[in-house]
């Protein structure tokens, strides 16, 4: 399989459709979390209103979904800016690798989910943390995203500076 389209001069690697895909939903997800996380940072009143009516529906009624939403209540706002840190992280990641076919965003994204691993399962705890099957996925996502790593192209070198072996010597008296 050829990664590289050979009609240009300068053989520029193409995305993938794993990439494509991988991506795009990252930068989904990623700005939804970040959307739900700043919300109940920023608006932990209004967010309280919206779950209390949120209860009076019929399919919230089980006790799960009252503990999960007491969980998002009782979580301070440092943890939801870590939290909301972590899915920028993964975004930026993700744009970079499908944008710039940028190396540098695998590893954004890897602390991304690293970060979010501290942030759920240590900082955080409770109903927040990991599950296997999470873990799982998230190790997943990472090696797809490693496999990808072949068609991305090195960062920009700034040139070499060869003005010292070419220059000619016009200070020298004769």
């Known amino acids: 399989m050829n990664y590289f389209n050979q009609n240009e001069g300068n053989a ?4 993938t459709t794993i990439l494509w895909i991988l991506a795009l939903c990252t930068m989904i997800s990623a700005a939804l979390n970040f959307m739900d996380y700043s919300l ?7 967010m309280q209103s919206m779950v ?6 019929p399919f919230f009624k ?3 979904y009252r503990k999960v939403f007491d969980m998002y209540l009782s979580i301070s706002k440092g943890q939801y800016l870590f939290l909301a840190l972590t899915e920028v992280a993964m975004f930026v990641g993700a744009l970079l690798m499908l944008w710039k076919l940028n ?7 890897t602390c991304g989910q690293l970060g979010s691993f501290f942030v759920r399962n240590i900082l ?5 943390t990991m599950d296997m099957m999470t873990i799982l996925c998230v190790v997943m996502l990472v090696l797809l995203y490693a496999m990808q ?15 010292d072996s070419e220059k000619p010597d016009e200070d020298v008296e004769h």
């Open 103 to 109: 190396p540098l965003g695998f590893h954004f994204y």
């Open 149 to 163: 790593m072949r068609v991305f192209r090195p960062a920009a070198q700034p040139p070499k500076d060869n003005s």
């Open 124 to 128: 955080i705890g409770g109903l927040m």
């Open 52 to 57: 209390e009516a949120s209860m009076k529906l």
């Open 12 to 15: 520029a690697p193409q995305r």
């Open 62 to 64: 089980d006790d799960m």
């Open 40 to 46: 109940f940072m920023l608006f932990p009143k209004y």
